[in-house]
Structures are given as structure tokens and as C-alpha cells.
Nanobody, 121 residues
């Protein structure tokens, strides 16, 4: 199983980004959960959102409700994280992670390398 996160970049406050997480080694008809996490410099990694690949059930951390949207493309084996109205506090490295099952947690088995998001004016 491998994950490849992409789509990060430098944006101004109020901008949007769509992050992608391409998964290989399994298909979305399998029973996996894929989560997005982020880590700012000097801070602990935090969970943002989670989706079950087979059923499409979603979960959002409280801070992510309203500005973050997780979705999946079954044909492309890809999970997306749309982030709108970006704020400087959203800056950090964004990771996707996965493992067999239906829930996400901080110690998931497989992790991608992360993609950097920088929000500044």
C-alpha cells in the first residue's frame, strides 16, 4: 500500500486548494479508511477528516466543518480534500494516511509523504 499526496502550494488568505491523495495497493471497493492530517511547525499532528473508501462515509474534526470537504473518486483511487477560505493558521504539511477498516486515528498504518500548504499575504 502506498499513498501519494499532492496539490499543496502557497496561497493568499481566502484562497482555496484541492489536495489529492492517490492510493495504490488496494482498490476503493476494499474496506479501507483514508484520512487527512496536518502538522504545523512546532505543533502536534492533528486529524482533519476521514472517509471510508467502500461506503463513502465521512468524518470531520470540529474545526474542519464548513471549510473542508473530503471526497473520493473510486475510478481514480484518489481521495481529495477541498479547503476553502484558507487562513494563515491552515499552513503546514498535509498528510494522508490509510489502513484496513472504517475509522481513522493518529497511528494509521500507511502514510504518504505530505504536501506543504502555506497561507500568507
Amino acid at each position: 500500500v502506498q499513498l501519494q499526496a499532492s496539490g499543496g502550494g502557497s496561497v493568499r488568505p481566502g484562497g482555496s486548494l484541492r489536495l489529492s491523495c492517490l492510493a495504490s495497493g488496494f482498490t476503493f471497493s476494499d474496506y479501507y479508511a483514508i484520512g487527512w492530517f496536518r502538522q504545523a511547525p512546532g505543533e502536534e499532528r492533528e486529524s482533519i477528516s476521514c472517509i471510508s473508501t467502500r461506503e463513502g462515509r465521512t468524518y470531520y474534526a470540529e474545526f474542519a466543518k464548513g471549510r473542508f470537504t473530503i471526497s473520493r473518486d473510486i475510478a481514480k483511487n484518489t481521495v481529495y480534500l477541498q479547503v476553502n477560505n484558507l487562513k494563515p493558521d491552515d499552513s503546514g504539511v498535509y498528510y494522508c494516511a490509510t489502513e484496513w477498516g472504517s475509522t481513522c486515528h493518529d497511528s494509521m498504518t500507511y502514510w504518504g509523504k505530505g504536501t506543504q500548504v502555506t497561507v500568507s499575504s
